[in-house]
């Protein structure tokens, strides 16, 4: 085997590989300050405020950890920060898609609720005919799949693309 095992070469392949596993801890903290819409503001019994969001603490707080996991903090340098939020708010907006306010009272309405809409390419008023482009905001962006239902997975998908153009080159 010869040279190939030693420990020391690896690591520098790696090093030079630009592949790696460097994840980092994004916050709640964090996303709220930067990504505040994503928070309203509730009165407490005794009349003082609080911040709050929008969707259940539990499945925000899901969504965060799986950003801090997902973006990998050492590929986006400086970006780090702002691309965990641009996933958070993404996943955070199509839970809320799927959430109208409304209890649904059959699988059909729960289903709808869920459902992916384009942009209005055709709306005829007799008759009342709505169709939808879903590729209009997609060809771009085609392999990134669900990022392209909401803007902020769109602007992940473009800065990921950025972020990936870098050479690589392994010994």
Same mark, same amino acid.
């Given at each position: 085997?010869?040279?190939?095992?030693?420990?020391?070469?690896?690591?520098?392949?790696?090093?030079?590989?630009?592949?790696?596993?460097?994840?980092?801890?994004?916050?709640?903290?964090?996303?709220?300050?930067?990504?505040?819409?994503?928070?309203?503001?509730?009165?407490?019994?005794?009349?003082?405020?609080?911040?709050?969001?929008?969707?259940?603490?539990?499945?925000?707080?899901?969504?965060?950890?799986?950003?801090?996991?997902?973006?990998?903090?050492?590929?986006?340098?400086?970006?780090?920060?702002?691309?965990?939020?641009?996933?958070?708010?993404?996943?955070?907006?199509?839970?809320?898609?799927?959430?109208?306010?409304?209890?649904?009272?059959?699988?059909?309405?729960?289903?709808?609720?869920?459902?992916?809409?384009?942009?209005?390419?055709?709306?005829?008023?007799?008759?009342?005919?709505?169709?939808?482009?879903?590729?209009? +905001?997609?060809?771009?962006?085609?392999?990134?799949?669900?990022?392209?239902?909401? +803007?902020?997975?769109?602007?992940?998908? +473009?800065?990921?693309?950025?972020?990936?153009?870098?050479?690589?080159?392994?010994?």
């Amino acid at each position: 085997m010869g040279r190939w095992g030693l420990d020391q070469f690896f690591g520098v392949v790696a090093a030079a590989s630009n592949v790696g596993h460097g994840g980092g801890t994004y916050t709640l903290e964090m996303f709220q300050a930067d990504f505040p819409q994503f928070f309203h503001t509730v009165k407490g019994e005794n009349g003082s405020t609080a911040t709050a969001p929008f969707l259940p603490l539990s499945v925000l707080e899901g969504v965060i950890r799986m950003a801090g996991s997902a973006i990998q903090r050492d590929k986006w340098l400086d970006g780090w920060r702002y691309a965990c939020g641009l996933y958070a708010a993404h996943y955070a907006t199509m839970y809320l898609m799927t959430n109208s306010g409304q209890t649904p009272e059959n699988a059909a309405q729960l289903a709808a609720q869920g459902s992916t809409s384009g942009m209005v390419k055709r709306a005829t008023l007799g008759d009342s005919t709505v169709e939808y482009d879903t590729g209009a +905001t997609s060809g771009a962006l085609a392999d990134w799949s669900g990022f392209n239902a909401t +803007t902020y997975g769109q602007q992940l998908a +473009t800065q990921a693309r950025i972020v990936g153009m870098g050479g690589m080159g392994v010994i």
